[in-house]
């Protein structure tokens, strides 16, 4: 490492006794070392900035002194000074790979529905979240925020960045239910109304049987219990109670609707994305009620993605239209929905369903009873208030002194 910062001289001792020569450089205190011989030749090392001072020395001593080699850092840049343009393009190299770590070149979207892709990248990409941006204009929490309140059928929008790669993970909403902490003794209630159908208790005593109606605070597994009649214990309760639970769905679809239909007029934008910018190429941005796609081909040579990419975009125009729907269509739309509602429910089984379909003044309501089994636990903690230590102790110390 000394001989690769430093720059050193290696040099061979000729023309006169070396020991003459050694001795006036002692005196002089020059700073020679490594001073080794290989037969009648006597070799040595000095900084180069003494060298001067040492072939001084040299001269007193009518010695004569012969370079061997160079060692340090200077020296050997020195061998290639006529290869300057190598060591440019090498510095540039590094400048640009520094500038394009500076950017997001990879955006990974998880956990998102494909009834929302088209919408939610659109949205992504209008709050800054896409390819090409500086990676310090992506806030996670700011963007978690703007995401949550824009989008409320989440119940959770993560936005993170490492490196040049951000990533967005979506979340459903999903009911929430207390949680009791693992080692706190609690009970399992009824979290909604049921007739039990099946209640199994891993720790607890099982308060239910099958066919009971229970009503939501109704406790199904308790986790106090008599432990050999000797005391009681508390616990925290474990099993399964599952129950039948009626649900009602409904919705209604109106027979004059406001949709949007293609014109079928189609503006075509190309645009080059380098380093944050978007750089048009021809085609201007339309204006009115379009809906957009767009395709992303990035650049790259031998498995090597550049910060540049060409994006074409599709932009199809759309039109309102006022279009009365028949009974039908308005039964069939309602029942899609209501489907998509039972799907998203929480349950095990489908136990029977009833379908009643009505008329408004204004359209067609689809309503149905579905029975369910699933679930219906829920803890709840157990609270314990021992006795103050203090007002036992006190109560004994009066009785001895009584004594």
């Given at each position: 490492m000394r001989g690769l910062l430093k720059e050193i001289i290696c040099f061979e001792i000729t023309g006169g006794p070396s020991e003459r020569f050694l001795n006036i450089a002692n005196h002089r205190r020059l700073n020679i070392f490594n001073i080794s011989r290989q037969g009648d030749r006597t070799f040595a090392f000095t900084p180069a900035k003494e060298y001067p001072s040492v072939c001084a020395a040299a001269a007193k001593a009518d010695t004569e002194l012969a370079v061997v080699s160079r060692y340090g850092l200077i020296f050997r840049l020195r061998k290639y000074r006529a290869r300057w343009g190598f060591f440019a393009g090498f510095a540039i190299f590094c400048l640009l790979m520094w500038v394009m770590s500076l950017f997001v070149w990879s955006v990974d979207i998880e956990n998102l529905p494909e009834e929302y892709?088209?919408?939610?990248?659109?949205?992504?990409?209008?709050?800054?979240?896409?390819?090409?941006?500086?990676?310090?204009?992506?806030?996670?929490?700011?963007?978690?925020?703007?995401?949550?309140?824009?989008?409320?059928?989440?119940?959770?929008?993560?936005?993170?960045?490492?490196?040049?790669?951000?990533?967005?993970q979506f979340d459903a909403a999903v009911p929430v239910h207390h949680r009791v902490e693992e080692n706190s003794p609690c009970d399992l209630i009824a979290r909604e109304s049921g007739q039990i159908v099946s209640a199994t208790a891993s720790k607890g005593t099982i308060f239910v049987k099958e066919g009971d109606i229970v009503v939501p605070?109704?406790?199904?597994?308790?986790?106090?219990?008599?432990?050999?009649?000797?005391?009681?214990?508390?616990?925290?309760?474990?099993?399964?109670?599952?129950?039948?639970?009626?649900?009602?769905?409904?919705?209604?679809?109106?027979?004059?609707?406001?949709?949007?239909?293609?014109?079928?007029?189609?503006?075509?934008?190309?645009?080059?994305?380098?380093?944050?910018?978007?750089?048009?190429?021809?085609?201007?941005?339309?204006?009115?009620?379009?809906?957009?796609?767009?395709?992303?081909?990035?650049?790259?040579?031998?498995?090597?993605?550049?910060?540049?990419?060409?994006?074409?975009?599709?932009?199809?125009?759309?039109?309102?239209?006022?279009?009365?729907?028949?009974?039908?269509?308005?039964?069939?739309?309602?029942?899609?929905?209501?489907?998509?509602?039972?799907?998203?429910?929480?349950?095990?089984?489908?136990?029977?369903?009833?379908?009643v379909v009505s008329k408004t003044d204004s359209g067609v309501r689809v309503t149905e009873y579905v029975t369910f089994i699933r679930d219906i636990t829920e803890e709840r903690g157990l609270l314990v208030d021992p006795l103050p230590e203090k007002e036992e102790s006190s109560e004994e110390d009066g009785e001895e002194w009584e004594r």
């Open positions: 892709a088209v919408s939610v990248t659109d949205l992504l990409y209008e709050e800054g979240i896409r390819i090409g941006v500086l990676g310090t204009s992506i806030d996670g929490e700011m963007l978690e925020l703007s995401l949550e309140e824009k989008l409320p059928q989440f119940d959770m929008i993560k936005v993170s960045r490492m490196g040049c790669k951000a990533r967005v605070g109704d406790v199904l597994i308790s986790g106090v219990f008599d432990s050999l009649g000797e005391s009681i214990v508390m616990v925290h309760a474990e099993g399964n109670v599952t129950a039948l639970v009626e649900q009602t769905f409904s919705e209604t679809v109106r027979y004059g609707q406001t949709v949007t239909e293609p014109t079928g007029h189609i503006v075509n934008i190309n645009r080059i994305m380098a380093f944050g910018l978007e750089i048009p190429l021809f085609g201007s941005l339309p204006k009115g009620l379009y809906r957009r796609t767009y395709e992303e081909i990035p650049l790259s040579v031998w498995g090597f993605d550049f910060p540049i990419l060409l994006r074409r975009e599709e932009w199809k125009e759309l039109c309102y239209t006022e279009r009365e729907l028949s009974y039908e269509d308005c039964v069939r739309q309602a029942a899609d929905k209501v489907q998509k509602k039972i799907e998203q429910a929480d349950y095990s089984e489908i136990v029977s369903r009833n379908r």
